[in-house]
């Protein structure tokens, strides 16, 4: 989603000056600034000429008269679209490889940690979403009696997850009855994921095909109820923001899960893995920017993990640190 404005060699490295010296301060970048930060063997009044030109592209603003500069979301976008790959320095990288290797429990203990992960590594909320279910194969399916009239719906998937779900009968049904159920919908959809799932055969009887056709609606329900969602370092987003109206909203929206939901889900879709500003779609995050990439497991998209901040984040830091905790989780999940 980069500009079709291509900047010549001195006002790129100056504008990237200007980005790198306002994430690190928070404080509008003046040109003397600049022309120490540089090394581009030019005055300081060529500086001051460029400054002006970049602010009448669009690239930065002035707070007030008086002030430096600061990059608008046309800006932050430039030089993100000018990072190029980023690394994760020796000890993160370290960190995380250690994180996925001592890692233990189900699943959702995994993607609840690997949240509180991402959250360190960048000082920034961080999302991890679960759509796992959706892609994944089903190894088994139980049906479990609790009671006369409730059992115990139980799926084991390919990645590990497991899902239960309770079921009320208007009738009795007897053990006997809940295997040939169980084993009706298991024939359907073992080896398939849910989406692939075939027409249950018919167990001979009409009262418990009905049953069959109530269990697989039911497994239905289950993988299409919301994404999993999992977030992480709320409290770190109150240091990112100046104004308390604006870390009202965005702690507003990590609570709205499935506006974050759609949120990542939108930004992938436009084949960006950065959104910066107005570029999220939703008017509450127009002082933030989310970075975000998918995870797979088996080479399948199975979620998206993201950190969301202000625009004024270290993008080079968040980049990398998505990408490899993305790429690590991935290789993690398909390893089982």
């Known amino acids: 989603m980069g500009g079709d ?73 430039y030089f993100v679209d000018s990072v190029g790959n980023a690394r994760l320095g020796r000890p993160e990288s370290r960190q995380v490889l250690e994180f996925f290797t001592d890692v233990r429990g189900e699943i959702e203990d ?61 009738e009795v049904v007897d053990e006997s009855a809940l295997d040939q159920i169980g084993r009706a919908v298991h024939d359907a959809v073992d080896g398939r994921t849910l989406a692939q799932a075939s027409a249950p055969q018919s167990t001979g009887d009409a009262r418990l095909d009905s049953l069959v056709v109530r269990v697989m609606g039911l497994l239905g329900v289950v993988t299409n109820e919301a994404d999993r969602v999992y977030v992480d370092g709320a409290s770190r987003v109150a240091s990112g923001f100046d104004a308390v109206d ?16 759609n949120v990542l889900a939108d930004v992938l879709d436009r084949g960006l893995n950065v959104a910066i500003g107005t570029e999220t779609g939703v008017e509450r995050l127009e002082e933030c920017s989310v970075v975000v990439s998918p995870y797979l497991i088996d080479g399948e998209q199975a979620g998206s993990i993201a950190v969301l901040g202000p625009t004024r984040m270290n993008y080079p830091q968040a980049m990398a640190a998505v990408a490899v905790v993305s790429r690590q989780l991935g290789q993690r999940l398909s390893d089982g």
Do not use: C, M, W
């Open 5 to 77: 404005t291509e900047l010549d060699e001195r006002k790129a490295a100056i504008l990237k000056a200007v980005v790198e010296e306002y994430i690190e301060t928070a404080l509008p970048v003046g040109s003397s600034s600049v022309t120490r930060s540089t090394n581009l063997s030019v005055s300081s009044a060529t500086v001051r000429n460029e400054l002006v030109s970049l602010e009448t592209e669009g690239f930065l603003q002035q707070p007030h008269t008086s002030a430096g500069r600061v990059p608008t979301d046309k800006g932050y976008r």
């Open 246 to 261: 604006s870390v009202k909203r965005v702690l507003t929206i990590l609570e709205q899960q499935l506006i974050v939901v």
């Open 110 to 170: 995994l993607l609840r940690e690997t949240a509180g992960l991402l959250s360190n590594l960048t000082d920034h909320a961080a999302v991890v979403v679960d759509q796992s279910a959706d892609a994944a194969i089903v190894r088994s399916v139980q049906l479990v009696s609790l009671a006369e009239r409730v059992a115990l719906a139980v799926v084991v998937f390919s990645n590990g997850v497991v899902e239960k779900h309770t079921l009320e009968f208007d």
